[in-house]
């Protein structure tokens, strides 16, 4: 498929945040390190020499490469971003650039040659994390001070061209066709190498996209903030990272999980504005899911069986300029789909204003039952109005998707 048809029509995507960074499990020396358990060597500005240790003891005997694609395919996603080296600098796969990996601890396999192929064998697109501008290992790599020199006397292009390409190259060459490669904080990195680091990735693999964190809106895609949405929708491709707890990387103190019902709504959201979700779990340092998290996706997967037809492929924008009360709206070049998060009471009527398309039909997704509509027109306050009428006696899970059928094109008025 087309690289600008998969990512626009997937929607929906699985991060994993994965190191040796878990094995701290977001506490150093008794204390909660705050700001991301991903972050708690530079957090806590933990000494490499003793960091570097948790290596000799890594060994996470519960990952299961085919286990953890077969969920993502039952959570309902369609890519897998996995991080191949985040910005402790460790890399969780096989590198000869770097002894400072996975194979130099005690598991001695590869969990990223493992995951690309149960991706291949179950049809899920494989994307690849990898920090190209902070490492807290390498004595020219940007982010660690207390260990190094301060970052701006480090000599970045040594640490570019020994470190950054030639593993860009190992992920790129030995691991099959990646989807994404997913680039983060690129901060001061010097445009011209931005530049250089995105050319050399389409010379390896053309079809790969590039996210916008290669810097300097040179990426196939604009890339949100963390956990943003925003308020309109957004011109092109773009993606929302987020978390389902507060942090990327395992957290033993961290169990404020999202529910269901909110990953289901922000997916929503998202979709309607023209993005894709990207959602994130971090495995413990035994290379197990949290059962958080698996308790959430699994309940929003479910919802996705019945409704996937309102999400996947959803690529029209639907702004209103009316605050919409009861829900969002998302849709494709034929039906219009109607979440529904607030059940209306009493008339049990939900109401669109604005929309001037003509409606042939609404029925409810998941069961295919007909619902009574009205639309009109009123000239004095130039107001288009559609009303849809729910069962009296409805029962809302978390969204209920109303399928509006139209004719033509899908025409939103403008307030002037």
């Known amino acids: 498929m087309a690289r600008d048809h998969w990512f626009k029509d997937a929607k929906y995507g699985l991060f994993i945040h994965w190191g040796i960074y878990s094995m701290l499990g977001g506490v150093y020396k008794g204390e909660k390190i705050p700001y991301g358990a991903e972050w708690i060597m530079k957090n806590a500005e933990?000494?490499?020499?003793?960091?570097?240790?948790?290596?000799?003891?890594?060994?996470?005997?519960?990952?299961?490469?085919?286990?953890?694609?077969?969920?993502?395919?039952?959570?309902?996603?369609?890519?897998?971003?996995?991080?191949?080296?985040?910005?402790?600098?460790?890399?969780?796969?096989?590198?000869?650039?770097?002894?400072?990996?996975?194979?130099?601890?005690?598991?001695?396999?590869?969990?990223?040659?493992?995951?690309?192929?149960?991706?291949?064998?179950?049809?899920?697109?494989?994307?690849?994390?990898?920090?190209?501008?902070?490492?807290?290992?390498?004595?020219?790599?940007?982010?660690?001070?207390?260990?190094?020199?301060?970052?701006k006397e480090k000599d970045f292009e040594k640490y570019f061209y020994n470190k950054v390409k030639p593993q860009v190259k190992e992920l790129l060459t030995n691991y099959g066709e990646v989807g994404i490669m997913w680039f983060d904080t690129p901060y001061v990195m010097p445009v011209q190498l931005c530049e250089e680091l995105k050319a050399y990735t389409k010379s390896l693999q053309p079809d790969c996209l590039v996210n916008g964190r290669i810097g300097y809106k040179l990426g196939d895609y604009r890339q949100m903030s963390d956990n943003e949405i925003p308020v309109l929708s957004f011109p092109g491709d773009w993606e929302t990272p987020m978390t389902l707890n507060d942090t990327w990387g395992y957290s033993r103190v961290d169990h404020n999980w999202k529910s269901a019902a909110d990953v289901l709504y922000k997916l929503v959201d998202v979709v309607g504005k023209g993005g894709n979700l990207l959602l994130n779990i971090g495995p413990d340092e035994k290379g197990k899911v949290p059962e958080g998290s698996c308790k959430v996706l699994d309940e929003a997967g479910r919802w996705l069986d019945l409704n996937g037809e309102s999400i996947y492929k959803c690529n029209l924008n639907m702004d209103f300029q009316y605050e919409i009360s009861w829900g969002r709206v998302t849709g494709n070049d034929r039906k219009m789909f109607l979440h529904v998060f607030k059940y209306p009471e009493f008339p049990y009527e939900i109401l669109i204003t604005g929309l001037k398309t003509k409606i042939k039909k609404v029925t409810i997704l998941d069961n295919c039952e007909e619902l009574q509509f009205f639309q009109s027109y009123e000239p004095a306050r130039d107001e288009y109005r559609f009303r849809v009428l729910l069962p009296k006696n409805g029962k809302l899970d978390k969204d209920m998707v109303l399928c509006a059928e139209y004719e033509g094109e899908i025409e939103i008025q403008k307030l002037e």
Not at 77 to 98: L, N, P
Not at 132 to 144: K, L, S, T, Y
Request: net charge negative; charged share 30%; glycine share 6%.
């Open 46 to 151: 933990i000494p490499l020499q003793e960091y570097r240790k948790l290596a000799e003891t890594f060994n996470p005997v519960d990952f299961d490469a085919e286990d953890i694609v077969g969920k993502a395919k039952k959570w309902g996603m369609k890519y897998i971003v996995f991080t191949a080296k985040h910005h402790d600098g460790f890399a969780m796969y096989h590198s000869e650039v770097s002894d400072y990996n996975i194979m130099n601890t005690p598991f001695q396999r590869d969990p990223l040659k493992e995951l690309a192929e149960e991706c291949r064998k179950q049809g899920i697109i494989l994307g690849i994390y990898y920090s190209q501008m902070q490492d807290w290992e390498d004595e020219n790599g940007w982010g660690n001070e207390w260990d190094f020199k301060p970052d």
